[in-house]
């Protein structure tokens, strides 16, 4: 094609080609880049989980270390002395109160009693016959047929010999006291432990020896301790004004070892009044209820006590907080757009951090998908109400039917 052109117009030829060639790739690439940005402003604003936060009132809560403790609890010692002859229990089961425990070898203690019966017969008879010459005595008197003397001794004689009756009959009870006592009861109803005596052991009363031990599990005590400055922080915020205290009965939640929460709530009994001088510690108690006995007496646990209430907080997630120096949440503005604010968090509740400044009533704070917005580059999102699926999943739970209380158990005793 060229070589019909003339040589002194080629070279124009070939510079007007490549500058078309050369425009025609520029306007290619001007056209991508309009496709480009016409697929991301047609492409929807990614999704954001947020919580719109509302001031509410707070429950302030202490998380506590506590120790639980038997309700009732009672050592099984031997009241007289004696060889155990018999184990009338199985250790580990559950007594009643008055079950018998133990049988002592009670043959000296019955034949006290069998004595002090054969003394009150013969002190009756005694107080029979002066019973009798009394009443002889006394128209022989009358008639001066017998001295004064005489008579006065009959009526000592009746004296001395009533006397004798009482002293026969209490003979009887203290002998019938220690027969009873060979036989070694249980002075509570609970669950008895591990037996500390075999048959043939030798006990007596002033024995520093337990038998065995009883507790009582249903309900159990819930021993706490509270540092005094925490105490005097609290009550100072709810002398000026910032918390309001927790009035009528306090439950309170059981936390096991494992961080796990208790199927029931306690209640709080009562805090002492004073601060403990050596550990400069406030003693509390409380009572849980232990119905199915998954509770054991000496359990470290830990509870949440509530103390104080807190008005206009805000209630977030733990995950939509930045903590630092200046504590940050996300936030979604009504045009779509994402800024920061700063927060001041009071402390944590649960999953959640109560935050009481930096927020306003229908702010939506960012609580999921905040990364995957950055990474996308997107300028604008798109909030929606996030849901707590641990919540949700409580929620459920709740719903299903609650088991009813353990009954009594059975005692038993040992074959």
């Known amino acids: 094609m060229l070589s019909n052109i003339p040589k002194k117009l080629r070279l124009p030829v070939l510079a007007i080609s490549a500058a078309l060639v050369l425009q025609a790739c520029g306007g290619s690439d001007t056209a991508a880049q309009k496709q480009k940005s016409a697929a991301a402003a047609e492409r929807p604003a990614p999704v954001v989980g947020v919580v719109t936060v509302q001031p509410q009132q707070v429950v302030i809560s202490t998380n506590l270390p506590g120790r639980l403790e038997a309700h009732r609890s009672a050592e099984v010692r031997a009241q007289v002395g004696g060889i155990i002859k018999r184990r009338l229990f199985q250790e580990g089961s559950y007594v009643k109160a008055g079950q018998p425990l ?30 009798a010459d009394l009443a002889r005595y006394k128209p022989l008197v009358d008639a001066d047929a017998i001295s004064k003397q005489e008579y006065d001794a009959a009526v000592q004689a009746k004296r001395a010999a009533e006397a004798s009756v009482k002293s026969a009959q209490a003979a009887i009870k203290s002998s019938q006291i220690n027969v009873n006592y060979s036989r ?59 918390m309001q205290s927790v009035n009528g009965a306090v439950e309170v939640d059981i936390l096991m070892e494992d961080g796990a929460r208790y199927a029931y709530k306690g209640r709080l ?84 951090w109560i935050i009481t400044g930096g927020l306003q009533a ?15 580059g997107a300028k604008k999102v798109t909030p929606k109400e996030w849901s707590n699926p641990n919540q949700v999943q409580a929620t459920q739970s709740d719903k299903m039917p609650a088991g009813a209380p353990a009954s009594e158990p059975t005692a038993s005793s040992a074959k």
């Open 269 to 352: 009994l009562f805090a002492d009044p004073t601060v403990d001088a050596t550990t400069g510690q406030v003693t509390l108690r409380a009572e849980v209820p232990n119905p199915d006995n998954v509770l054991l007496p000496g359990l470290y646990v830990r509870v949440d006590l509530p103390q104080a209430k807190m008005a206009n907080a805000f209630v977030v997630p733990q995950q939509a907080v930045a903590r630092g120096q200046q504590d940050t949440v996300m936030v979604v503005n009504a045009d779509g757009t994402m800024a920061p604010k700063m927060v001041t968090v009071s402390q944590q509740q649960g999953s959640n």
């Open 102 to 131: 133990y049988q002592l070898d009670n043959a000296v203690y019955s034949a006290n009693l069998e004595s002090a019966r054969a003394q009150l017969a013969s002190a009756q008879a005694s107080l029979a016959k002066a019973n």
């Open 184 to 242: 070694i009861t249980a002075p509570i109803s609970g669950f008895i432990g591990q037996s500390n005596v075999s048959e043939g052991t030798l006990v007596s009363a002033n024995d520093a020896t337990v038998l065995a031990k009883i507790q009582q599990t249903n309900p159990l005590y819930v021993n706490l301790t509270q540092s005094a400055s925490s105490v005097m922080k609290m009550r100072q915020s709810i002398a000026d004004g910032t």
């Open 362 to 376: 229908g702010d939506k704070v960012i609580v999921e998908g905040l990364s995957i917005a950055a990474m996308s």
